[in-house]
Structures are given as C-alpha cells and as structure tokens.
C-alpha cells in the first residue's frame, strides 16, 4: 500500500524559502523506472504541476518556476523535499507530493493529502 | 511554454454522456492523462496514456487522443461524477495541466 504525507511550515513570510518534505511508504525510489514529484493548486485555482525527480536523480522543473525551485531525494529515509525559494503571496497554495512511474508515462497515481502553505502580504 | 485548454464548465444529465475536451498543439502527438478532483480532495488519475484506466476506475471513464484534443467521456454519468477534471501531458520533459473543467451532473 502506497501512502505519502507532506509537511512543512503552514505559514511563511514573503522572500523566505519554503521547504516541503513528502515522506512516503510502500514503494522505493531507488527502483527503476519510479519518480516522484510535486504539484500546487492555489485556492480556488487550478493545478500546477512543479517538479519530478526519478530514481536515478535526474530531474524536472517548471520552466516557469525552474530558477526557484530544488528537488531532492533521500531514498534511504523514503522522503523527497522541494525547496521554493523567495516566497511571495501569489505562492499561496496545497502543495502536494505524488508518485510516479515510467509504465504509466509519469502520470501521478497516487498523492499525498496536500499541505496549504500560506504567504501572507 | 506550451498550453492544455479546456472548458471552464460542462453540463450533463444523470445516465447521459459526458464530453470534456484538452486542446494543444499536437496534443495527439503526446501522451494525455485526466484527473478527477472532489472539493475538498487530492486529484485521482482516472485515465493514463490517452485511453487506460488505473485499477479501480469504472469503465464508465474513457478517454480519446488525436490530431490537436483530448477528450475524456463519461459514459452513463453518475452524481458522483460531479468534479473537477483536470488533462496533463508533458512537453520537454516537463508536465503540463490544462485549467481544469467543472463536471457538472444536473
């Protein structure tokens, strides 16, 4: 059984760096052909796809968002953290982390609850 | 940077077939998935590589891909249907959400 749990600062001021941990379970990241990643949604608004990282460490980001953004794998502890650095209100949003893999050409399959990060103005 | 459009809003009948389009450029040249979102909860991936569905999802569900669209069907559309749908492709290695669709089954 696949679970994923995100956590992080609920609150964070603008300019700070946000980082996100997703811890997860029933699954390793060192296996082939696994990724994992991270997607937003603003309140009200739709969902924004940020980054992914697979298990041989190559990575993906936003282009929109790529200058601002780190994504990091610690398979030996199960957790993936996504750094967002310069934090302005307009990154007020759920944040989730979700799994991925290669046989089902990167589709997220299954996602964490989501953590709503708050960047007051 | 590419975009996925999609209607803001789709209306259906109970038991009547819905349609939910994806448009982008050469969508079809690319592999399409759609997500189904309820308010309050994370997104379900409901159709992965244009036309299969996870373990799990009801046949109802289907989806299409080719030319510039995708489209997911609902077929016998159930109240519970009533959601947000997202589609997602990916364009240079990157994921791309299309704005979503409001379902809704009245």
């Known amino acids: 059984q696949i679970t994923l749990k995100e956590s992080g600062p609920t609150l964070v001021k603008p300019t700070q760096t946000l980082t996100l941990t997703c811890t997860f379970s029933?699954?390793?990241?060192?296996?082939?052909?696994?990724?994992m990643g991270w997607v937003r949604q603003p309140p009200g608004k739709a969902l924004e796809w940020l980054a992914l990282?697979?298990?041989?460490?190559?990575?993906r980001y936003s282009p929109s968002l790529k200058s601002r953004l780190t994504i990091t794998k610690d398979a030996s502890k199960n957790q993936v953290v996504l750094t967002v650095t310069n934090m302005d209100p307009i990154d007020t949003a759920t944040y989730y982390c979700?799994?991925?893999?290669?046989?089902?050409?990167?589709?997220?399959?299954?996602w964490g609850q989501g953590t709503l990060v708050t960047v007051p103005s | 940077s590419y975009e996925l459009t999609q209607p803001p809003s789709v209306s259906v009948s109970p038991g009547q077939t819905a349609s939910i389009t994806c448009s982008g450029d050469n969508l079809g040249g690319k592999y399409a998935c759609w997500y189904q979102q309820k308010p309050g909860q994370h997104p379900v991936l409901v159709i992965y590589q244009d036309t299969k569905r996870p373990s799990g999802i009801p046949e109802r569900f289907s989806g299409s891909n080719s030319g510039n669209t995708a489209t997911l069907t609902i077929s016998g559309t159930q109240a519970m249907d009533e959601a947000d749908y997202y589609c997602q492709t990916w364009d240079s290695s990157t994921g791309v959400f299309g704005g979503g669709t409001k379902l809704t089954v009245l």
């Open positions: 029933g699954f390793s990241l060192s296996t082939s052909a696994v990724a």
């Open positions: 990282i697979y298990w041989n460490d190559d990575k």
């Open positions: 979700a799994h991925s893999m290669g046989s089902i050409s990167w589709s997220f399959d299954y």
